[in-house]
C-alpha cells in the first residue's frame, strides 16, 4: 500500500465560489497495488471537464466520498496479474467506460455502451467491482475507473490505452474525453458526410473538439453557437464560418437563414436543455440532432412529435462520441500529430492540482475550454 494525494468529493452542491466552499479536498490516501487485470498508473495530467464539474454540483450523483477526475494521461508504473500488453514505463490515456468484452454491447462493437462497465461506474467501483482507494482505512469511491486528479491511480487494464510516449501528456490527456467524445460524436455517431452543414451548441473542450472534428470530416460550413463571446472568438480562430450568441432571441433565425433553412446536422454539447431545443430548431427538415450533453436526470426535453414523422428528423445520444477508444485514440491522436486535429489549441491552461477548486470556478464561470491540472 502507498501514500498519495488527491483530490476528494465529500459532500455535492457546495457553494460557488469553489475557491472559498472548497468542495474537493486535497488529502493523502492509501492506494492498494494492482490485482489482477488492473495497473499502477502515476498520473502525470488530468483535464478538468463538466463531467466532473456535474458531480460536484450535483447533476450527475454519485457515491461518496469519491475521488473525482476521469480525463487523465500517465506512465504505467506497474502491473497485476494478467497484464501481459503493457508494462513499466508506457504511456497511457484513460477511458472512462471501462470495456469488458463480452456483454452484448462489446460484442456488438459499442463497448461505450458496456454494462459491467455502466455498473461500476454508477457505484463507484473498478470494472472487478473493487475498490483501491482509502481514508484511514474506509474505502474512496472511484470516479468512472479513473480516479485522475491524484498522484497515482490503480486502474482496470480495460479503461487504458497504450500511447505515442513522444506526445506530451498534458495534451495526450484530453483524447480520453474531449476529444474522444467530440470527434466520435462527428465521425461516428452523425458520420458527417463532406459538404455538409454542421451546428455545434456549447463550445465546452467537447464542443470544440466537435468543431475541429467537422473539420477533419470535410463540413462545408460549420456554425458556433454559445453564450460566452471569448468561446465564439475561439470558435472562429479554429475554423468555424459562422457564430452566433445563444443569448440572442434571435439566433435559431440567423442559423437558419444563413444555413438555408437549417443544418445537416446539429450537435448540443453543453447539456442543458436550452442548447439542446436551440439544436433541434436549427436542424433542417431530414436532418439529424446529436447530443452529448449530460443534464440533470429529472430535466425534460420536449418536442412536437409530429415532426420526426413529416420532415423525417432524427435524434441521437452519443456517448463516449460512440468510440472504441483502443481503435480511435490512436486514430485521433494520428491527426493530431499530422497537424489535422489541432486539439492542443483548446488548452486554455495548466495548474497545479493545490488550484483545482479554483479551476472549477473558471470552469463554471465559462472563462476556459479545458484546464488540465498537471501532477
Do not use: W
Not at 487504458?160 to 510516449?165: Q, S
Not at 467537447?206 to 460566452?228: E, H, P, R, T
Not at 450537435?267 to 447530443?291: L, P, S
Amino acid at each position: 500500500m502507498m501514500k498519495i494525494r488527491a483530490a476528494v468529493l465529500h459532500e455535492m452542491n457546495l457553494p460557488a465560489p469553489y475557491a472559498v466552499s472548497r468542495p474537493l479536498k486535497i488529502e493523502e490516501l492509501e492506494l492498494d497495488p494492482p490485482k489482477r487485470g488492473e495497473v499502477l498508473v502515476q498520473i502525470k495530467a488530468a483535464g478538468l471537464c463538466h463531467s466532473d464539474l456535474s458531480v460536484i454540483n450535483g447533476d450527475r450523483p454519485r457515491p461518496l466520498p469519491m475521488a473525482l477526475g476521469h480525463e487523465a494521461a500517465g506512465i504505467v508504473i506497474e502491473v497485476g496479474e494478467g497484464v501481459t500488453d503493457l508494462q513499466k514505463g508506457d504511456h497511457v490515456v484513460c477511458s472512462f467506460v471501462p470495456s469488458c468484452g463480452h456483454c452484448l454491447p462489446c460484442q456488438e462493437g459499442r463497448p461505450a455502451l458496456c454494462e459491467p462497465g455502466a455498473k461500476a461506474n454508477a457505484e463507484g467501483t473498478l470494472l472487478s467491482g473493487e475498490r483501491r482507494i482509502h481514508l484511514h482505512g474506509t474505502d474512496i469511491h472511484h470516479h468512472l475507473g479513473v480516479s485522475g486528479f491524484a498522484e497515482y491511480a490503480v486502474i482496470a487494464r480495460n479503461s487504458l490505452v497504450k500511447v505515442d510516449p513522444e506526445i506530451p501528456l498534458d495534451k495526450v490527456a484530453i483524447f480520453g474525453c474531449a476529444v474522444m467524445t467530440g470527434v466520435g460524436a462527428v465521425v461516428n455517431t452523425a458520420r458527417v458526410e463532406p459538404g455538409s452543414t454542421v451546428a455545434i451548441v456549447g463550445l465546452g473542450g467537447v464542443g470544440l473538439s466537435a468543431l475541429l472534428g467537422s473539420i477533419v470530416a470535410g463540413a462545408g460550413k460549420i456554425v458556433a453557437v454559445d453564450v460566452n463571446p471569448y468561446k465564439l472568438e475561439l470558435a472562429q480562430k479554429l475554423g468555424a464560418t459562422h457564430v452566433y450568441n445563444s443569448r440572442d432571441p434571435e439566433v435559431v433565425h440567423h442559423v437558419r437563414a444563413s444555413t438555408n433553412g437549417g443544418v445537416d446536422y446539429a450537435f448540443e454539447t453543453a447539456g442543458v436543455i436550452q442548447a439542446m431545443d436551440i439544436a433541434y430548431r436549427i436542424t433542417k427538415r431530414g436532418g439529424m440532432t446529436v447530443t452529448t450533453g449530460l443534464p440533470h436526470p429529472d430535466h425534460q426535453f420536449s418536442i412536437p412529435q409530429v415532426t420526426l414523422t413529416v420532415e423525417e428528423r432524427t435524434i441521437k445520444g452519443s456517448y463516449v462520441g460512440s468510440c472504441v477508444p483502443s481503435r480511435d485514440i490512436p486514430r485521433f491522436i494520428e491527426l493530431y500529430k499530422q497537424g489535422r486535429l489541432p486539439v492542443d489549441k483548446i488548452l486554455t491552461d495548466r495548474l497545479p492540482l493545490d488550484q483545482i477548486n479554483e479551476g472549477f470556478d473558471r470552469l463554471a464561470r465559462g472563462e476556459a475550454s479545458r484546464l488540465v491540472v498537471v501532477m
